[in-house]
Structures are given as structure tokens and as C-alpha cells.
């Protein structure tokens, strides 16, 4: 049986990304260019100048990562490429570049949701994972709970009904003065602290997420005591916010009768939720799968993967493809 090689391009937020992934399990290069210390100063990503950014370096990346996979452009089975949700001016950088180097190498041309990228990154860790599988997307811009279906089937369960958990992350961090990204600053001032604090977590009946009420609360109690103890404060917030992702993800694993809980996304490198779903699954006696570091992060390969099984099941995009900033999983 013929390899298949899938370019992946990926431009959804401020990582410029390009990578070779073989039949959708082997990376043979994922190139990324991070804007973290360019947003740094802004204390946010300001789309602008993401966008201007990916314009930049998107050919720089693409060339490095076919010299990476030392490969050249003729080796290439399809291109994949973000098409959203994401930032539409940082989206339109990278599906205007797929579709000229589509026309340009006459290659195919297939559409990725960046969701759905997420869950892929998994496949790239975990050569054996399969579906089916409950999967909790955890990210700046997201937070899904999701029945995995197969490659392709995906039926949602619930997500935030406000702030994404990342974005909470972020704000939470931006208050207590440790600036911007959030999530790895919260996860490591939280070591040092205690959660002793109370704050409110919200659980409804369904399986949906509310991340608003706790990040508040948090912004409130720092307004009210500006020398309350940032780190137990962290602690505290991490505990909250953990506690409903797992409670949510057992009542799911029971409604399902899964055996198998997978994390996506940048807030999956959080080291408290790690071992609290570590907990969770020895409980449960169930798995539980994260992807590597480099593969939680938004990047190209996740992209790739995800694009070799959208391109097996026949799914092609031609020169009409649009980015979709509000695009939903499954559509």
C-alpha cells in the first residue's frame, strides 16, 4: 500500500505552522513559527499583527519543513490546511497560501477543522488510538466535550456556554499580574499555593461548561484584597476549574460506557488537570491519553493527520475554500 504524504498549514491564531505527516500517524517534520513574545507586549494576541506576521514567514516555514522531511513538493499526496474557527485575517493567510500552492503544484486540496485538529494531535502520540473515545478539547478558544465517534463522526456533548477555559486562564493571569500566555504562568504559581480559597463551580444537568462565575469570582476577591495570596489563588482556581472538567468527563465515560478519555488542546499541558484526570482514570480503571507537549499548541501537524483521514474518506475543497473564524466541529 502507497504512503501518503499530507502537507498541513496551519494559521488559526499566532502560530505560523507547516508539517509532513505519512498516513496520518508519522511526523516527519512540524515546523512552527511562535508569536508569543511578539503578543507578549500587548498582553494579548492583537490580530493585525498576527495576521501580518503569518505573511511573513509562511514561505519561510513551508520550504523548512519540506527540508526537514527532505522531501520536495512533487512527494506531496494533498494539502491541508486550516479553514477555521480562528482568527478570519490569520485564517485568510493560510488558506490563500493552500489554495495558490494547490493551483500552482496541482495537488489536492482538503479543508481541516481546527478542532478537530486537536483531537488528531493524539493520533501522532498514540499509534494504536482509535476510535471510538470521549474527548475533552481544552484551549484558548475552546472547550468541547466530545463522542468520538469514528475518524470522521463526531457528535458534540457539551461545551463552554461563555469563556473558553483558556481564556479564563488567561484572564485569571492578567489580574494577578502575570501577564500573558496565562496557562503555564497559573499552572506554575499554583505549585507554590494552597487551594484553600472557595470559589463558585457551576454544574448543570447536561454536560455543558461554565468558566465565567469562577473566573469573576477570582477577579473580584483580587479587586476587593490586592494582597491576597496570589498563589493560593491560583491553586484555587485550577481546583475549581478541574473539578468541573472531571465531573463532566465521568458523567459522560459512564453515559457511554467508554473505556478510552482523551485531552486535546494547549490547556491539556496543564500539569494539575494531567494528574487530576490521572486520578480519574485509575478510579474509573479506564485510559487516559494526552498528547505530547509540542503536539498541544496549535501546530501543523494535528492539521495534517487530521487531513489524511478527511482525505481517505474522499473529502476534497477547491479554489472557492473560504476561512470560517465560527466554524463548529462536525460541520
Do not use: W
Amino acid at each position: 500500500m502507497k504512503d501518503i504524504l499530507i502537507m498541513g498549514i496551519e494559521s488559526s491564531c499566532d502560530e505560523t505552522s507547516v508539517s509532513i505527516v505519512k498516513n496520518g500517524r508519522e511526523v516527519l517534520s512540524n515546523v512552527i513559527n511562535s508569536q508569543i513574545k511578539i503578543h507578549e507586549e500587548y498582553g494579548g494576541v492583537v490580530p493585525e499583527i498576527a495576521s501580518r506576521c503569518h505573511t511573513e514567514v509562511i514561505n519561510i516555514i513551508m520550504k523548512q519543513a519540506l527540508e526537514k522531511a527532505q522531501i520536495t513538493l512533487e512527494n506531496i499526496d494533498a494539502i491541508a490546511v486550516t479553514q477555521g474557527p480562528g482568527l478570519v485575517g490569520a485564517l485568510l493567510v493560510g488558506v490563500s497560501y493552500a489554495k495558490g500552492l494547490s493551483y500552482a503544484i496541482n495537488k489536492p486540496l482538503v479543508a481541516v477543522n481546527h478542532i478537530e485538529g486537536h483531537i488528531a494531535g493524539n493520533y501522532l502520540t498514540y499509534k494504536d488510538l482509535k476510535p471510538p473515545f470521549i474527548c475533552l478539547i481544552i484551549s484558548g478558544g475552546h472547550t468541547h466535550l466530545v463522542n468520538v465517534k469514528s475518524y470522521n463522526d463526531f457528535e458534540i456533548l457539551g461545551k463552554t456556554k461563555d469563556d473558553a477555559i483558556g481564556e479564563a486562564f488567561d484572564k485569571v493571569a492578567r489580574v494577578v499580574g502575570l501577564g500573558y500566555p496565562g496557562g503555564p504562568k497559573v499552572d506554575n504559581l499554583a505549585k507554590n499555593g494552597k487551594p484553600n480559597i472557595k470559589l463558585p463551580v457551576t454544574h448543570f444537568e447536561n454536560l455543558d461548561f461554565s468558566f465565567s462565575g469562577i473566573k469573576t469570582a477570582v477577579i473580584n476577591l483580587n479587586h476587593k484584597n490586592p494582597n491576597i495570596n496570589k498563589a493560593d489563588l491560583c491553586a484555587s482556581f485550577q481546583t475549581a476549574v478541574t473539578e468541573m472538567l472531571t465531573t463532566n468527563v465521568r458523567k459522560a465515560v459512564k453515559l457511554y460506557n467508554s473505556n478510552k478519555i482523551v485531552i486535546a488542546g494547549g490547556v491539556s499541558r496543564n500539569s494539575f488537570i494531567r494528574k487530576s484526570f490521572d486520578d480519574l482514570a485509575k478510579e474509573l480503571k479506564i485510559k487516559v491519553y494526552y498528547p505530547e507537549p509540542i503536539l498541544c499548541t496549535d501546530n501543523a501537524a494535528m492539521i495534517a493527520s487530521a487531513g489524511y483521514y478527511n482525505f481517505i474518506n474522499g473529502e476534497r475543497a477547491d479554489l472557492t475554500l473560504n476561512a470560517i473564524p465560527n466554524l463548529k466541529i462536525g460541520d
